[in-house]
C-alpha cells in the first residue's frame, strides 16, 4: 500500500532535474504537482484579483512580489483539496520569506519532509550549458546527444540551437542567484528536522528511487 497525502517540498538548482522528479512523485503518490508557473497560470486563467497582479507582472517580465506569491499559493490552496489530499510544491518556496508564510499556509497539515536534489554545479553546467533545442518543437538535445543531421531536428526538422539562458554565463549567474536564496530556506528546514539532502547525480530513476526511500522511510506508517 502507498501512503497517501503526502505533502512535499522539492528544492535544488536549476538543472537539477527538480521538476522531472516532482512530476513522477506526483504520479507515485497520486497527489497534486504544484509548480509555481501552474499556479500562476491557473489564477490568471479565473480572473481573481490576484491573478490580475500576478498576470502585470508577468507581462512586464518583472518578478512577482513575495507577497502575491503567498497569495497565489493561499488562495490555491483555500480551495480545498491539496491540503488535504497531498501535494508537491516544485520551484516554491523561492525565498526565506515565503518558506516563512508557507508554514502559515499550512496550519494543521505540516510539511512531511522538504528533499533537496543536490547536484554539484560543474553538472549542472554541463547539462545546461551543453543543452540545445528545437526552436520549431522544443525536442531537447545536448552537444554529447546531437540530431542525426547537422543541427536539424530528428522530429521535425526545425533548427536545433543553444537558448540565450542556456549560455554557461547565464546559467551561472542563475546558480548564484539561487543559492543566495536557498541557503536561508535550507537553514530553516534543517531547523524544523524536516530537510533532507538527496544525492542527485545519475538518472531520473536512480535518484527517483533514493527520493522514494527517503520520503518513506519518515512517513508515519499508521498513513499507509
Ligand atoms: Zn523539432
Request: proline letters at 4%; glycine letters at 12%.
Amino acid at each position: 500500500m502507498g501512503i497517501s497525502g503526502v505533502r512535499l517540498v522539492l528544492l535544488g538548482k536549476p538543472g537539477a532535474g527538480k521538476g522531472t522528479q516532482a512530476a513522477l512523485l506526483s504520479q507515485h503518490y497520486g497527489v497534486e504537482h504544484l509548480s509555481t508557473g501552474d499556479v500562476f497560470r491557473s489564477a490568471v486563467a479565473q480572473g481573481t484579483s490576484v491573478g490580475l497582479e500576478v498576470q502585470r507582472f508577468m507581462d512586464t517580465g518583472e518578478l512577482v512580489p513575495d507577497e502575491i506569491v503567498i497569495r497565489v499559493v493561499d488562495e490555491h490552496f483555500a480551495e480545498g483539496g491539496p491540503l488535504e489530499d497531498g501535494f508537491i510544491l516544485d520551484g516554491f518556496p523561492r525565498t526565506l520569506v515565503q518558506a516563512q508564510e508557507l508554514e502559515k499556509v499550512l496550519a494543521g497539515h505540516p510539511l512531511d519532509v522538504v528533499l533537496d536534489i543536490e547536484v554539484p554545479t560543474e553538472t549542472i553546467l554541463d547539462r545546461i550549458a551543453g543543452r540545445r533545442v528545437c526552436v520549431s518543437c522544443g525536442a531537447t538535445y545536448h552537444v554529447n546527444k546531437a540530431p542525426t543531421v547537422d543541427w536539424t531536428c530528428d522530429v521535425c526538422g526545425g533548427d536545433v540551437v543553444q537558448r540565450d539562458d542556456d549560455t554557461e554565463e547565464a546559467v551561472a549567474t542563475r546558480l548564484e542567484v539561487y543559492g543566495r536564496q536557498t541557503v536561508p530556506i535550507i537553514e530553516f528546514y534543517e531547523k524544523l528536522g524536516k530537510l533532507v539532502v538527496v544525492n542527485g547525480d545519475g538518472d531520473g530513476d536512480e535518484v527517483q528511487e533514493r527520493l522514494l526511500k527517503e520520503i518513506d522511510g519518515r512517513i508515519d506508517p499508521t498513513r499507509r
